[in-house]
Nanobody
Framework: VLVAESGGGLVEPGGSLRLSCTTS????????MAWFRQASGKEREYVSV?????GRIIKLSVKDRFTISRDNNTVWLQMNSLEPEDTARYFC?????????????????WGRGTQVTVSA
């Protein structure tokens, strides 16, 4: 399974970005598709996950600003009211089986990430 993210960039505080994640190389519906982020010098952290059945879970600290959506094996992350603390490389991850989970070790398929920089 190949995973590819897009949509990152430089945005001013208060701005918005919409990240996209597409997948290929498989014929079945992926189970959980998740977004993680990793800021420079920090560990990778969970942001959000979407299931094919419509389940949507958002990290509590961003739930009022971020929204995850999904259509088959494509997932998006709409990020509004961005803050400098949101600056990080954002990764999309997927798994073929199992419940949604915030543990990055549970996801075998990863993209290379897309950089989001929030700065004036």
């Amino acid at each position: 399974v190949l995973v590819a993210e897009s949509g990152g960039g430089l945005v001013e505080p208060g701005g918005s970005l919409r990240l996209s994640c597409t997948t290929s190389g498989h014929s079945s519906t992926l189970k959980s598709m998740a977004w993680f982020r990793q800021a420079s010098g920090k560990e990778r952290e969970y942001v959000s996950v979407a299931t094919p059945g419509g389940g949507r879970i958002i990290k509590l600290s961003v739930k009022d600003r971020f929204t995850i959506s999904r259509d088959n094996n494509t997932v998006w992350l709409q990020m509004n009211s961005l803050e400098p603390e949101d600056t990080a490389r954002y990764f999309c991850a997927a798994r073929l089986a199992g419940p949604p989970t915030p543990n990055p070790d549970d996801y075998p398929f990863w993209g290379r990430g897309t950089q989001v920089t929030v700065s004036a």
